[in-house]
C-alpha cells in the first residue's frame, strides 16, 4: 500500500520560517493537500492541489510538490500556527495520510 | 456557512454495529462527493470511506472494506456511515469531511464536521 512519511516533529522560532516534508513515491504526479489540526479541533484545510490556499488560508502557508517530496512551508511563524500538520494524497481510489508532523513554535 | 454536524458515536461491545450520521447545511449537498475519515485517540487521520455525488461510486479503506458501508440521502442532505462487526480497533473520533471541488474526483477534504466519538470495548 501506498505510504507517505513525514518528520514526527517541526520546532521553529516566532517569526521564522518553518518547512514540513512528506515524502512518497513519485509523490510529484499526485496532489497533495495538507492539513492542520490544533488540540481538540477538527483539520483544517490549509493548502490543496500542491499548491492551491483555499479562502481564508494566510499567504504565509505555501507548498510545493516535485519528484518524491512534498513541502509545506509557513513564512514568519506565528504562535497561533502551532498544531500537527498532515499531507493527504490520493493512490487510485484510496485516501492516504501521512503520519503528521507536530509544529512547536518557541 | 457551510456546515457538517455528526452524530451516532458511543459505546459499543465488540461484534456490534453501529450507523453514523452526517447532516450537512450551506452548500448544494447532492453535487458534492462526501467522505468519512477518523482518528483513534492520540493518532493521525485515517482515510475511511468516499462516496460520489450520486452514490454511483463509493469506496473503503481495507481496514473497513465489508464491514462498513457508506450512503447518502441528497434529499436530506445526509451522509451515512454503517458499521458493523467492529472491534476496539475503529475506536476513534469518525469525522464527515466534503469534498473541495464539485462533481469531481480524488478532491481535497475541503470542510469537516466536529466528529463523533465511537467507543468499542467489552
Known amino acids: 500500500s501506498y505510504e507517505l512519511t513525514q518528520p514526527p516533529s517541526v520546532s521553529v522560532s516566532p517569526g521564522q520560517s518553518a518547512s514540513i516534508t512528506c515524502s512518497g513515491d513519485?509523490?510529484?504526479?499526485?496532489?497533495i493537500s495538507w492539513y492542520q489540526q490544533k488540540p481538540g479541533q477538527s483539520p483544517v484545510l490549509v493548502i490543496h492541489e500542491d499548491t492551491k490556499r483555499p479562502t481564508g488560508i494566510p499567504e504565509r502557508f505555501s507548498a510545493s510538490n516535485s519528484g518524491n517530496t512534498a513541502t509545506l512551508t509557513i513564512r514568519g511563524t506565528q504562535s497561533m500556527d502551532e498544531a500537527d500538520y498532515y499531507c493527504q494524497a490520493w493512490d487510485s481510489t484510496t485516501g492516504v495520510f501521512g503520519g503528521g508532523t507536530r509544529l512547536t513554535v518557541l | 456557512d457551510v456546515q457538517l454536524v455528526e452524530s451516532g458515536g458511543g459505546l459499543v461491545k465488540p461484534g456490534e454495529s453501529l450507523r453514523l450520521s452526517c447532516v450537512a447545511s450551506?452548500?448544494?449537498?447532492?453535487?458534492?462527493?462526501m467522505n468519512w475519515v477518523r482518528q483513534a485517540p492520540g493518532s493521525g487521520l485515517e482515510w475511511v470511506s468516499s462516496i460520489s455525488a450520486g452514490s454511483s461510486h463509493s469506496y473503503y479503506a481495507d481496514s473497513v472494506k465489508g464491514r462498513f458501508t457508506i450512503s447518502r440521502d441528497n434529499d436530506k442532505n445526509s451522509l451515512f456511515l454503517q458499521m458493523d462487526s467492529l472491534t476496539d480497533e475503529d475506536t476513534a473520533i469518525y469525522y464527515c469531511?466534503?469534498?473541495?471541488?464539485?462533481?469531481?474526483?480524488?478532491?481535497?477534504?475541503?470542510?469537516w464536521g466536529q466528529g463523533t466519538l465511537l467507543t468499542v470495548s467489552s
Open positions: 513519485k509523490l510529484g504526479d499526485k496532489y
Open positions: 450551506g452548500f448544494s449537498f447532492s453535487h458534492f462527493g
Open positions: 469531511a466534503k469534498d473541495f471541488r464539485a462533481s469531481s474526483s480524488w478532491n481535497a477534504f475541503h470542510v
